[in-house]
């Protein structure tokens, strides 16, 4: 019966996830106005905002102007259901659960606006590495293993970001993945020099597999920037539902 809250909270949750996805980029408040169609701006009735279920109900379009909603919105709300789920199977009743799905909610946000504008707000990645430290005090490692996390996740990535560009002639990553990967660091903590090297080797594995899929379906060209952001935030949910 937990089970069906867990999931139930991350779908509620995943709505406001939607909200903050559309609104931090543009500069506008999560809390005011309240939801409204981008279109016709009618605010949205309490009904017709359950998560998933109005979006099947009203066929994916507004109830007012009938314009299409994208199907992005329910597929975030299943997504962030899914991993509360993940992460309540593998913490369990415990503080931990509380900690991972606070970072899973953050990161949903983080990647989902680096894929959708190459831009991760700053707001966000520094409330992560903040957040990082602050509930280290009540997780599974100590605040040095959290300040610690935060220096060793970021050096290697530091000597791409100064490096990686005289050597491949572009840059792979820009100074918003490097306060991600602080603040992924900062969450997970330093745990030794194996999960270090294998958070480094996912998100460039998932990457250079992604990018090799984009190249071949010509999506992409060779000097197409692909955002490095949603890989991090991939290999960090990785990390800590193995
Ligand atoms: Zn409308």
């Not at 506008?28 to 106005?33: E, G, H, L």
């Not at 009203?58 to 509360?84: A, N, Q």
């Not at 190249?215 to 193995?242: E, N, S, T």
Request: contains cysteine.
């Amino acid at each position: 019966m937990l089970i069906f809250y867990v999931f139930l909270l991350g779908l509620i949750v995943g709505s406001f996830l939607n909200v903050c996805i559309y609104r931090i980029p543009r500069g506008a408040s999560v809390s005011f106005p309240p939801s409204h169609c981008p279109n016709c701006k009618e605010p949205i009735k309490w009904y017709d905002n359950i998560p998933v279920f109005s979006y099947l109900l009203l066929r994916g379009r507004c109830r007012v102007c009938k314009i299409k909603i994208s199907f992005i919105y329910p597929v975030i709300e299943i997504i962030t259901g899914i991993l509360y789920l993940l992460v309540y199977f593998k913490y369990g009743f415990t503080i931990l659960t509380v900690k991972y799905i606070i970072f899973v909610s953050i990161l949903i946000v983080l990647g989902m606006i680096d894929l959708q504008t190459y831009y991760l707000p700053e707001k966000l990645t520094f409330s992560l590495i903040f957040l990082g430290f602050a509930l280290a005090f009540i997780s599974d490692i100590t605040i040095l293993q959290s300040f610690l996390g935060a220096a060793t996740y970021l050096f290697p990535f530091f000597m791409i970001y100064a490096y990686g560009e005289s050597i491949l002639h572009k840059s792979i990553l820009g100074f918003g993945d490097l306060e991600l990967v602080a603040g992924i660091g900062a969450f997970i903590g330093y745990r030794g020099y194996f999960e270090l090297h294998l958070f480094f080797t996912i998100s460039f594995v998932i990457g250079a597999i992604v990018s090799v899929i984009l190249l071949i379906k010509k999506q992409k060209g060779r000097k197409d920037m692909i955002p490095f952001g949603p890989f991090l935030v991939l290999a960090a949910i990785i990390m800590i539902l193995k």
